[in-house]
């Protein structure tokens, strides 16, 4: 299993980024996934999240209206775009799979890429 994002890196306070993750090594299309963040000194925290066929996403209030999760279930492969960026929102943005069936969950995680928000 692994999941690698990519996309992140240095940009301006009001700059927009996109981050992939693309995954590999079980079905991507039967599991939810999610972006979460986390920053130095800082618990991770949730950002955005996209229901196994797309059809329902969910966004941490502090997020809301600045970014966009989407799904390509063809290519494996989930964005997160970012606009209006702020210092604050520099961290690692990491990617994570889960599948919930009945009382059992698997979980993966990607290692993560940096955003750095900075004039």
């Known amino acids: 299993v692994q999941l690698v994002e990519s996309g992140g890196g240095l940009v301006q306070p009001g700059g927009s980024l996109r981050l992939s993750c693309a995954a590999s090594?079980?079905?991507?299309?039967?599991?939810?996934m999610s972006w979460y963040r986390q920053a130095p000194g800082k618990e991770r925290e949730l950002v955005a999240a996209?229901?196994?066929?797309?059809?329902?996403?969910n966004y941490a209030d502090s997020f809301k209206g600045r970014v966009t999760i989407s799904r390509d279930n063809a290519k494996n492969t989930v964005y997160l775009q970012m606009n209006s960026l702020k210092p604050e929102d520099t961290a690692v943005y990491l990617c994570?799979?889960?599948?919930?069936?009945?009382?059992?969950?698997?979980?993966?995680w990607g290692q993560g890429t940096q955003v750095t928000v900075s004039s």
């Open positions: 994570n799979a889960r599948r919930v069936i009945g009382t059992k969950s698997a979980d993966y």
């Open positions: 996209i229901s196994s066929v797309g059809g329902s996403t």
């Open positions: 090594g079980f079905t991507f299309s039967r599991y939810a």
